[in-house]
């Protein structure tokens, strides 16, 4: 009978979760192991900003869901605990545009939000540059996820903006974090010329974790977020290989929660290595459903429209679109461009009879998945 402790069956009142929240996808881990170097060379890059000067820029690249985000956040927080440096992290999948960063980059030092309208990005500027400088203080930001300020070409401007700060108002100290996670970017290469004059970064890079790492950091978060004895061996080290196939960190600790209600869904005590792949058919979209998270309206009716019509035309692909958004061809082929640099759709130049050179599309994932988290 359910409750009974010898059945190996859970009663009404029981969890295998000790703290369900430490699976979450904002919590922030105590223990940050296997980034040792990477701390380093991030902290030698902020550390004159807590002597009072401008911080070394950085650009940091890795592949998603290798600890870049956590890694700036933990060092922010500890210089904010520690000194009178100003950090700002701004997430550019959120903030596109140089308007809407330096939006965000206000709110982070005067603790609200500036005026929706009617203020001019000089304005929005000097207020931030004059705060700085009459306080004495040293801003550091990090542009979370920057490729998307790449894809909306914004890039330059913003960053611009940002490293000439100090010439624009004297006495202004900012320094810049750049985070990519897009490796066919070249942070660098892609800024007009004016921005590369200015711009001569220290690079840190975040490999995948191998297989090895990943247990190790997956065996910490299983310790705190079930009871004891709810993870095996041979599970964890499934969950690991799972994960390791992607080298997204996220995957591992979406299966753990997930095989964890799974085994809950069949009243266990424990977590079986069948609760892990049926998990896995869900963790293995995370990467999917947080690109999707990101887009507009008219970037998701495209790969709707796409996976409507897998397989078709780009032309009808074309038309079928236009119709439901009403917009035209440029706005088409930049949206192709963007979902292409998201990895989210496949395009070919092909030679077709008597039509010369067209584009093909094809959505990089099967439709089925896709249109159920656009429709979830
Ligand atoms: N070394 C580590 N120890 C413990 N947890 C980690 C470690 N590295 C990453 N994580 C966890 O993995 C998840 C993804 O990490 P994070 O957001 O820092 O990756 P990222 O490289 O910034 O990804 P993206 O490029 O997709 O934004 C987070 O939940 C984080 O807590």
Redesign the pocket.
């Known amino acids: 009978m359910a409750g009974d402790p010898e059945d190996g069956m859970l009663s009404w009142d029981e969890s295998v979760f000790r703290d369900e929240h430490v699976f979450?996808?904002?919590?922030?881990?105590e223990?940050?192991?296997?980034?040792e170097s990477q701390l380093e060379s991030l902290k030698y890059a902020l550390r004159p900003a807590a002597r009072g000067s401008r911080p070394l820029n950085t650009v940091v690249r890795?592949?998603?869901?290798?600890?870049?985000?956590?890694?700036?956040?933990k060092l922010f927080s500890e210089l904010r605990a520690q000194t009178d440096v100003r950090t700002v992290r701004v997430n550019c999948q959120v903030d596109s545009t140089r308007y809407a960063v330096f939006s965000r980059i206000f709110e982070g030092i005067f603790d609200y939000e500036p005026p929706s309208s009617g203020i001019s990005f000089k304005k929005l500027f000097g207020q931030i540059a004059d705060r700085l400088v009459e306080d004495d203080e040293v801003l550091a930001v990090a542009l979370?996820?920057v490729n998307y300020l790449f894809y909306e070409n914004e890039a330059s401007d913003a960053l611009y903006s940002l490293l000439r700060a100090h010439e624009a108002h004297a006495g202004a100290k900012v320094g810049v974090i750049c985070?990519?996670?897009d490796l066919s970017l070249s942070v660098i290469e892609e800024l007009d010329s004016r921005v590369q004059s200015v711009f001569r970064p220290e690079e840190v890079f975040?490999p995948k974790?191998d297989v090895d790492?990943v247990v190790d950091?997956l065996r910490?978060?299983a310790k705190r977020g079930f009871h004891d004895g709810v993870l095996g061996a041979t599970e964890l080290d499934r969950v690991a290989e799972l994960t390791a196939e992607s080298g997204?960190?996220?995957v591992?600790?979406d299966l753990l929660r997930r095989a964890g209600l799974n085994a809950e869904m069949r009243a266990s005590r424990t977590i079986s290595v069948e609760d892990v792949e049926e998990a896995y058919e869900k963790s293995k979209y995370v990467?999917l459903s947080?690109s999707l998270r990101g887009l507009s309206e008219s970037e998701t009716a495209l790969v709707e429209v796409l996976a409507e019509h897998d397989g078709e035309q780009a032309g009808s692909v074309y038309e079928a679109f236009h119709e439901r958004t009403d917009l035209g061809y440029t706005r088409y082929s930049e949206i192709v461009n963007k979902l292409d640099q998201l990895g989210l759709v496949e395009t070919e130049y092909a030679e077709v009879e008597g039509r010369g050179r067209s584009r093909s599309i094809s959505l990089a994932y099967d439709p089925e998945p896709v249109l159920e988290r656009i429709e979830g």
């Open positions: 979450e996808i904002d919590y922030v881990p223990t940050f192991r296997h980034r890795g592949p998603p869901g290798t600890g870049k985000t956590t890694s700036v956040q979370d996820d985070v990519s996670s975040f974790y790492e950091i910490e978060r997204d960190l996220r591992g600790i990467h947080r």
